[in-house]
C-alpha cells in the first residue's frame, strides 16, 4: 500500500531561543526536540516515548482540526498534513502548543534570579526555571481553549494595531491564588474599533450593551463572557450620579481613575508582563484597601465605592487605610446599588468587620438607620447585651449557618433585623421589669419597610418577614426537651410556609439563643432534631383541607377572596392538630359554622351575597335574558332578569310584620337554607331606601340605591 505524502505547511528554522508570536516562549537552553505535524504516524520510528499525537488528543479534544504533533530530532515546528483534509489554522495551533510548552515554567538567563518570593527549578535538561504563578490561580488554571481564546483576542487587537490589558478584579484574585468568575479588559482601541475586531473573530456572539461608556462584549458559548472597555478619562458631575465618560489612549490614565490600589492593576496580554503603578501587589501582601490617589476625590467621584471598600475588607479580611469624610453622599446613589453591595457585606466571609466599619465610617445612617436606634438600648435578665450589641452576635452566629446565595441572604437579614422593633416597645427600666411586649409585630413591620425602602424583591421580603414574626415562637414556653411535641412542630412548620425555611428559622432561633444570656442547647436540639423528623415523616406543608376554596364558596355563599384562604387554613391547622381528618367533609362543613358565628364579616357577606342572587342585572349592549326569564326595569332603568325572589319576599314578609324592626342575620340564612345557624350578633334592617347591616353599636349602611346603582335596588314595592 502506498503511503500518503504529507506536506510541511510551516516550519520554524532552528534557534537557541525560538521567537514566536503570541508569546516569547522556551528555555534558553535547549529542551527535547519536537516536530508538530509534518509527518504522518507511520513514518514515526516508535522508539521515542512521544511519537505523534494529534493535538485535539493531547489537549483532550479541545478542537484543533488537522494539525498533529509528533517526535523527532528537529526544532520545535508547527504545521498539519493535508491528508487530513481540514482547514488549518496555524495560529490556533501555535497557541495551544506555546501553552502546553511554557504552561507554568519561565526560564532563566545564565546568572539571571528569580523574582522574591519564587524558588529557582532545575528542568530535564539543567534549564534553571521557576513557576510563574500557582497552580491554584485562575490564570494558571484556566483550560488551553480559554488562554487559546485569549491568544487569539490579543493578536487580533495587534494585527488592527492595539494594546490589550487583563485588568481589574481578575488580576487581583490571580495574585491572591484564587479563582475569578470576572474577567475584564482593557484597549486603546474605540469600541467601534473593538466591535469590529470581535467580530472579525468570526465566533462567539458580541454584545454592545455598554458601548456608550465603551464597553464591547463577547460570549462564546460556554458561558463565560469576557468585556472590553476602552481606555477611559472620567469626569463626575458633582450633582450626578452617572460619569460623563470620555475615551483615551493612555493605561496609566485608565489605572489612575480606579478605585484601589488592588483593583488597579494590569497585565499585558501578550507579554504576560504585570503592571502595578500604584503599589496595588504591596497593599495586597499588607491586607490593605488603600484608593488610588486622593481618598476624598475617590469617593466623590462614586460615593459607591465607599461601600466597595467595606465590602472588600469583609471579604478578604483587609484593612481600610481611608477616610470616608462625606458618608451623607450615598444618599446620591441608587438603592438597587447600595443594596447590591449591603448584601454582599452582609454574605461576605466576616460580615460583623463590614457592619462594625459602616458604623465607623457613618455609612449605616444613609443604609438601615434603624439599626444605630438599638445602641444602649439595655436588655432583661435574660440578655446579657444590649440591643445592638445582641444583634450583632446574632449575626456572628448565624453567618456560621451553611445557608448558601439567597439563603444565606434571608438568614443573614433576618438576624440583623429581627429585634428591630424592641426600641420602641422597651417598657420598665430595672433589669426585673424591662419588657418588649410585641416586638416581634413592630419588628415585622419594620423589616418590611425597611426592604422595600432598600429594593428588595417581593419573595425575599416576605420570607425575612416571616422569620422575624416567628423567631420567638419556636422556645416560646418550652421549659424541658419532653415538651417539644409532634403537633407544636407541626403548626410551626405550617406556619413559616416551607420546609426551607422552617430549618432556616430553626437555625436562626439558635443564632438568637445562643447570644442570650441562659441559653438552653438542650431544647434548642432537640427542637431542631423535631423539625427535620416531621418534615421527614409528616411532610405537614402537604396538607391540605378537606374541602376546597370552590366548595367552600358554594356550599356557603360565599364570594372569592382572603375570607377562603383564611377558612381554608383554619381548616388545615385542624388537621395538623389532629382535630380532623383529611377527607371528613362533613366535620369541615360544621367547623365552617362556627367560624361564621365567631367572624360576623364573614357572616355578613354571606348574606349580602344571598340577596344579589335575586337580581342578574345584564350589562349594557345587546345581551339577552335567558330563556323563560322575564326582562324586568329597577328604579334606575337597569335591565336585570329575577333568579330568584324568596330572599325578597321573606324580607319583606318580616318587614311588614315587624314594622321595619331588625332582624338577626342567622335567622334569615335558616330560613332560606334550611340551616340551623345559633343566633349572632349581627342584624339586617330593611328601610325606604335601603338594606342596612350592622350591630347594636356600630350600625353599617352597606347597600343604599345611590351607593350601589347596578343589582341593589330594592323599594318596598317590589
Do not use: C
Amino acid at each position: 500500500m502506498e503511503k500518503k505524502k504529507h506536506k510541511t505547511i510551516f516550519v520554524k528554522p532552528k534557534v537557541n531561543r525560538i521567537e514566536l508570536d503570541p508569546v516569547t516562549v522556551i528555555d534558553p537552553n535547549p529542551l527535547p526536540k519536537y516536530t508538530y505535524g509534518s509527518a504522518s504516524r507511520e513514518t514515526f520510528p516508535q522508539t521515542f516515548p512521544f511519537v505523534r499525537k494529534r493535538i485535539d488528543d493531547l489537549l483532550e479534544k479541545e478542537g484543533a482540526g488537522g494539525v498533529g504533533v509528533a517526535g523527532d530530532v528537529s526544532t520545535p515546528t508547527f504545521g498539519g498534513s493535508e491528508g487530513e483534509g481540514k482547514e488549518i489554522d496555524f495560529f490556533k495551533t501555535k497557541g495551544k502548543i506555546i501553552d502546553i510548552i511554557n504552561k507554568y515554567k519561565i526560564y532563566l538567563k545564565p546568572g539571571e534570579q528569580p523574582p522574591e518570593g519564587k524558588d529557582v527549578r532545575t528542568g530535564s535538561r539543567d534549564g534553571k526555571f521557576y513557576e510563574s504563578t500557582s497552580r491554584e490561580s485562575t490564570l494558571e488554571e484556566a483550560s488551553p481553549k480559554d488562554k487559546l481564546k485569549m491568544n487569539i483576542i490579543a493578536n487580533k487587537f495587534k494585527q488592527f494595531g492595539f494594546r490589550l490589558f487583563e485588568v481589574g478584579g481578575s488580576i487581583r484574585d490571580e495574585l491572591l491564588g484564587k479563582s475569578s468568575s470576572d474577567r475584564d479588559f482593557s484597549t486603546d482601541a474605540l469600541p467601534e474599533e473593538t466591535e469590529k475586531i470581535l467580530n472579525s473573530l468570526g465566533s462567539g456572539s458580541v454584545f454592545t450593551i455598554g458601548k456608550e461608556y465603551g464597553t464591547i462584549g463577547l460570549d462564546s458559548g460556554d458561558d463565560k463572557k469576557i468585556e472590553i472597555t476602552t481606555f477611559r478619562d472620567e469626569v463626575y458631575p458633582t450633582s450626578s450620579r452617572k460619569p460623563k465618560v470620555t475615551f483615551g489612549k493612555s493605561l496609566e490614565k485608565d489605572l489612575s481613575r480606579r478605585d484601589f490600589t488592588i483593583n488597579a492593576m494590569a497585565r499585558n496580554t501578550l507579554t504576560g508582563e504585570l503592571i502595578d503603578l500604584f503599589g496595588g501587589g504591596e497593599d495586597l501582601k499588607n491586607k490593605i484597601i488603600r484608593t488610588v490617589g486622593n481618598s476624598k476625590e475617590r469617593y466623590a467621584e462614586d460615593p459607591l465605592r465607599m461601600l466597595r471598600a467595606v465590602r472588600f475588607a469583609s471579604q478578604l479580611g483587609f484593612k481600610v487605610k481611608t477616610e470616608m469624610p462625606e458618608p451623607e453622599k450615598l444618599d446620591n446613589i441608587s438603592r438597587e446599588r447600595v443594596t447590591s453591595e449591603f448584601t454582599k457585606i452582609l454574605t461576605s466571609k466576616d460580615p460583623i468587620r463590614g457592619l462594625e466599619l459602616l458604623d465607623k465610617f457613618g455609612l449605616m445612617e444613609y443604609i438601615i438607620p434603624d439599626v444605630n436606634e438599638m445602641k444602649d438600648v439595655s436588655q432583661n435578665v435574660y440578655h446579657k447585651y444590649d440591643v445592638y450589641d445582641h444583634t450583632m452576635e446574632t449575626v456572628k452566629e448565624a453567618n456560621k449557618t451553611n445557608w448558601k446565595g439567597v439563603d444565606k441572604a434571608v438568614i443573614m437579614l433576618a438576624a440583623l433585623l429581627h429585634d428591630i422593633g424592641k426600641p420602641e416597645t422597651k417598657t420598665g427600666t430595672n433589669l426585673e421589669d424591662i419588657h418588649f411586649y410585641g416586638h416581634q409585630k413592630v419588628s415585622t413591620e419594620k423589616a418590611k419597610n425597611i426592604l422595600k425602602d432598600l429594593k428588595f424583591n417581593n419573595t425575599i421580603i416576605k420570607r425575612v418577614a416571616k422569620l422575624v414574626e416567628l423567631h420567638m415562637e419556636p422556645m416560646m414556653n418550652l421549659k424541658e426537651p419532653e415538651d417539644i411535641t409532634e403537633k407544636r412542630v407541626s403548626k410551626l412548620i405550617r406556619k413559616i410556609g416551607n420546609d426551607k425555611d422552617a430549618l432556616i428559622l430553626m437555625d436562626l432561633v439558635g443564632t438568637d439563643n445562643n447570644a442570650s444570656a441562659n441559653p438552653r442547647p438542650d431544647i434548642f436540639n432537640k427542637l431542631k432534631e423535631k423539625t427535620i423528623e416531621v418534615i421527614n415523616t409528616q411532610k405537614p406543608n402537604e396538607i391540605v383541607s378537606p374541602i376546597s376554596g370552590k366548595e367552600i364558596m358554594d356550599t356557603f355563599g360565599l364570594k372569592a377572596g382572603r375570607a377562603i384562604g383564611s377558612i381554608k387554613d383554619y381548616l388545615t391547622g385542624k388537621v395538623v392538630e389532629g382535630e380532623l381528618n383529611e377527607g371528613d367533609k362533613e366535620t369541615a362543613n360544621k367547623l365552617v359554622i362556627s367560624l361564621l358565628n365567631e367572624n360576623p364579616e364573614l357572616t355578613k357577606s354571606f348574606i349580602l351575597n344571598s340577596i344579589k342572587k335575586a337580581r342578574i342585572y345584564l350589562t349594557r349592549g345587546h345581551e339577552e335574558v335567558p330563556s323563560g326569564k322575564t326582562l324586568m326595569f329597577g328604579p334606575r332603568g337597569g335591565r336585570y332578569y329575577e333568579s330568584e325572589l324568596e330572599v325578597y319576599r321573606h324580607l319583606w314578609a318580616q318587614v311588614k310584620e315587624r314594622q321595619f324592626k331588625e332582624k338577626r342575620i342567622t335567622e334569615v340564612i335558616n330560613y332560606l337554607e334550611n340551616r340551623n345557624l345559633p343566633s349572632s350578633p349581627w342584624w339586617i334592617k330593611v328601610e325606604k331606601d335601603g338594606i342596612i347591616v350592622g350591630q347594636a353599636e356600630k350600625v353599617q349602611t352597606v347597600l343604599k340605591h345611590d351607593m350601589y346603582p347596578q343589582g341593589l335596588e330594592l323599594t318596598r314595592d317590589e
